[in-house]
């Protein structure tokens, strides 16, 4: 009975899945281009572009009413032939960069793209530090050193008392 | 170095610090206008029905300072900066030209004729366009605008206290002086 259960919650989980996947490629209805190859450039253009009123959300996800207004802006340059490049110029001269969801490299922007590998940098030479100490205790450990007269002494006790025992 | 139990503790502390400054001082919804220091742009809007003369890019560069004020009827925040407004009107220091965005005529109309009018000229956009030509994101926002027609500077939201003190009136002394 509970393999049964497990087979139809998995089954749900397939079809909720699905039913939502599906749900994400909606997009909102109003005016789109007629042609199919500009619309698609549209969209990736849309997709791009930050909802300013909504912040972290695509002008594309966003039903604000900004996002209606910048969505057919951008249908519009992409009709007249602007180049991908062009619209989002065309955006960036009045909101920024910010209105880019991804920050372009700039002098502005160079410590957040380069940190990343810096952090890595500082990482690894901290990493290199710890791991270089470590195997120098392992190694110095692993040395033979001759023993000290006291230890030569005891080993000789033990031995003579080992034979005495097995002698009787 | 005993201390050195003290390294993630220190970390720790920084971040907390940043992130306390960040969550009291730092405001994310505000986002600094890329047109500050550029030109006006260009655009020529009729007035909303009954209030002032119409509205265009060739007014906000008559050699005076001026207010450009972004405002709707449907705007609760406007209601909020709007005695401020009317209290710059009646100083009269500067001029201020209302920019009605998204409306209707006939509801701007009768919102100014409730609430009083501080502008002396206003321009009806209705689609939106000038106001995204002008970066605008959200109702109200107010632009100070140069003589030559320059966004000087820009404030989000409500004029608040703070607003009036540090941005507009230091600029308008600056005009006069």
Redesign the interface.
């Known amino acids: 009975m509970r393999r049964i259960g497990a087979v139809y919650g998995a089954l749900a989980f397939l079809v909720l899945s699905c039913a939502f996947a599906n749900n994400a490629f909606a997009v909102f209805v109003e005016d789109r281009l007629s042609d199919p190859v500009l619309e698609e450039r549209a969209r990736e253009i849309s997709e791009g572009i930050r909802c ?2 909504c ?1 972290n959300q695509s002008i594309m996800d966003s039903n604000a ?2 996002a209606k ?2 969505r057919s ?1 951008v249908r519009e340059r992409v009709a007249a032939g602007d180049s991908d490049d062009d619209v989002r110029n065309y955006l ?5 960069d ?1 209105v880019l969801l991804s920050p372009p490299f700039r002098m502005k922007t160079a410590l957040l793209w380069i940190s990343p590998l810096l952090l890595f940098g500082v990482g690894a030479v901290f990493m290199w530090r710890f791991m270089r100490s470590r195997s120098d205790k392992i190694s110095s450990a692993n040395e033979l050193q001759p023993l000290t007269p006291e230890e030569i002494s005891e080993l000789e006790g033990v031995m003579k008392n080992t034979a005495e025992k097995a002698d009787k | 170095m005993k201390l050195k139990f003290l390294a993630p503790v220190l970390t720790f502390l920084v971040i907390a610090a940043v992130m306390f400054y960040a969550l009291f001082h730092l405001d994310p919804t505000e986002i600094p206008s890329e047109l500050i220091d550029h030109k006006t742009p260009e655009f020529s809007l009729s007035a909303v029905p009954g209030y002032g003369e119409s509205l265009s890019s060739a007014d906000l560069k008559a050699g005076k300072i001026t207010l450009l004020n972004v405002f709707a009827s449907w705007c609760v925040a406007c209601l909020a900066e709007h005695p401020v407004l009317m209290e710059l009107k009646r100083q009269g220091k500067i001029e201020i030209y209302g920019l009605n965005y998204k409306d209707k005529p006939d509801a701007a109309a009768k919102w100014l004729s409730k609430h009083g009018n501080p502008y002396t000229r206003t321009g009806m956009d209705l689609k939106g366009r000038v106001g995204i030509d002008f970066g605008v994101y959200g109702v109200p926002e107010t632009f100070i605008m140069g003589p030559d027609g320059t966004i000087l500077d820009k404030i989000i939201g409500p004029i608040m206290e703070k607003d009036l003190k540090n941005k507009i009136l230091p600029r308008i002394q600056e005009n006069l002086g």
Do not use: A, N
């Not at chain 1, 960036?92 to 920024?96: A, E, F, I, K, L």
């Open positions: 300013l009123v912040q009413d900004l207004d910048l802006i960036v001269s009045r909101y920024g910010w």
